[in-house]
């Protein structure tokens, strides 16, 4: 294996949180119910196609895109439509599917797939249902299918607090994971750039037919928006297509079988679960039998789609994203800290300041909850966001651009160069506690919207 280029980066900083999932994997549970949630496809304006009631295949269109009719979301499984829920404006929230006994799927014609034209293989990932596993930058949205990339990105290691070991996840799917490679090798002029963790690669080190990198540093060295800037920077009219390692299994075994995959491997995490664990399952499969199954410690839980930094908040009865193969699970964080103000406070909570011990104590992890420890201030620290932010632009500035809507300083600030989840950290560390993750996604949708 020949490693293109090793990044590295000394800005960010390690959460080390108790309660990462051990390396056991568990069969999926009963589940009653799966679901899908067009906020989890962002930029996409969901049509339904069917009407509650309807009975479903694996793989049967649910809804498409209105801005792409031919980009279709289909159902993870056979069954039957249950319910569909609305909210304000009769916005589509969940769909919510109830399984059959039976599992039937449709099926499409794959064979000779490597001899496809382009045009044709992008038709038939669309009706699949596949093309939604396919990311663009800029704005982290859905690809479109009308683009040429310039490159394509998957990235095998992560840094994100309990992140989920793809190495471990997928360690017996070498021979999909190849195919899915080569599925996405049609759509680019260079091969694929393939992140591997440096210290510990597995078998991702022998994939044939990519660009292997490596990349060392804290989070978020792991973000792909910081290994695009330093191996495929973005200019004015650039895509750039990025691939979760596992979707990139998803697409091997469909390209195989002529059969939509909707495999999830999730590890349950958190500091609230006595047996964090993996389980594998499917998309949008509802929540509680999983957190039942791992043992809740606490009375009052906070339940993430996702990491703590970035994750979106779901209900103990609630479903998995589309996208994510982690759950966290942190206490709901209800006291107050008398004096909290003071140096030296309280050395028990995880902080990045010079101020607090705990930043030479307590090193083997960390008991969280979801507790602010104060509110919004009146403040910006100068410097304090760019010591752990790895990317070449300024995100202070940025973030002030995005918030009085200059859509010529966003441009000029990098507003193409990063997703939500690149100021997860920068939520958590900056001292005004603004809701940085949440100014930049309006500030990505004002670009869709007026830039395009």
């Known amino acids: 294996m020949e490693v293109i280029k090793e990044i590295e980066t000394r800005r960010g900083a390690n959460l080390k949180l108790n309660g990462i999932a051990e390396k056991i994997i568990e069969k999926s549970p009963s589940v009653a119910n799966y679901a899908l949630r067009p906020d989890d496809f962002f930029g996409t304006i969901p049509k339904l196609c069917l009407k509650e009631g309807s009975k479903v295949l694996a793989g049967s269109p649910v809804f498409f895109n209105k801005k792409n009719p031919d980009i279709k979301i289909v159902s993870p499984i056979s069954g039957t439509i249950k319910t569909i829920e609305r909210g304000p ?53 859905m690809a479109n299918p009308l683009d040429e990339p310039k490159s394509i990105f998957v990235t095998t290691a992560k840094t994100d607090p309990l992140h989920e070991d793809f190495n471990f996840v997928l360690k017996n799917e070498q021979k999909e994971f190849q195919l899915g490679i080569d599925l996405l090798n049609k759509f680019v002029d260079q091969p694929v750039f393939l992140g591997i963790d440096k210290s510990f690669p597995g078998y991702f080190e022998s994939i044939k037919g990519v660009q292997h990198y490596s990349f060392k540093g804290p989070h978020p060295a792991g973000n792909l928006s910081f290994h695009i800037q330093k191996l495929s920077p973005i200019n004015m009219g650039d895509r750039i297509w990025t691939v979760n390692p596992e979707d990139v299994v998803n697409l091997g075994r469909f390209i195989t079988s002529g059969i939509f995959s909707s495999q ?75 004096f909290g103000w003071l140096p030296f406070k309280d050395n028990k909570i995880l902080s990045l300041s010079n101020t607090s011990l705990s930043r030479f104590i307590n090193r083997n992890g960390f008991e969280v909850d979801t507790n602010l420890n104060g509110e919004e201030r009146a403040l910006v620290v100068t410097g304090e966001m760019e010591k752990i932010f790895p990317l070449d632009i300024f995100p202070m500035q940025l973030i002030k ?28 560390a900056n001292t005004s506690k603004l809701e940085a993750q949440e100014i930049i996604r309006h500030g990505i949708e004002l670009m869709i919207n007026e830039v395009g």
């Open 89 to 141: 404006k009769r916005k589509i929230e969940l769909i919510i599917i109830e399984p059959s006994k039976k599992q039937d799927s449709i099926k499409h014609q794959v064979k000779g797939w490597e001899r496809m034209d382009i045009s044709d293989l992008k038709v038939l990932l669309m009706e699949s249902g596949n093309w939604p596993f396919i990311h663009q930058r800029p704005y982290g949205v």
């Open 264 to 338: 999830r491997t999730i590890a349950v995490s958190g500091n609230a679960v006595q047996n964090p664990k993996y389980f594998k399952t499917k998309i949008g499969a509802e929540l509680a039998p999983f957190i039942n199954n791992v043992l809740v410690k606490e009375d009052k839980v906070r339940v993430i789609n996702g990491d703590v930094l970035t994750g979106t908040i779901a209900d103990v009865s609630g479903y998995l994203g589309y996208f994510n193969n982690l759950i966290t699970i942190i206490p709901e964080g209800s006291h107050y800290r008398m």
């Open 401 to 428: 651009a995005c918030m009085v809507e200059d859509i010529e300083k966003m441009e000029a600030l990098g507003i193409y160069e990063v997703v939500t989840e690149d100021f997860g950290l920068v939520d958590y």
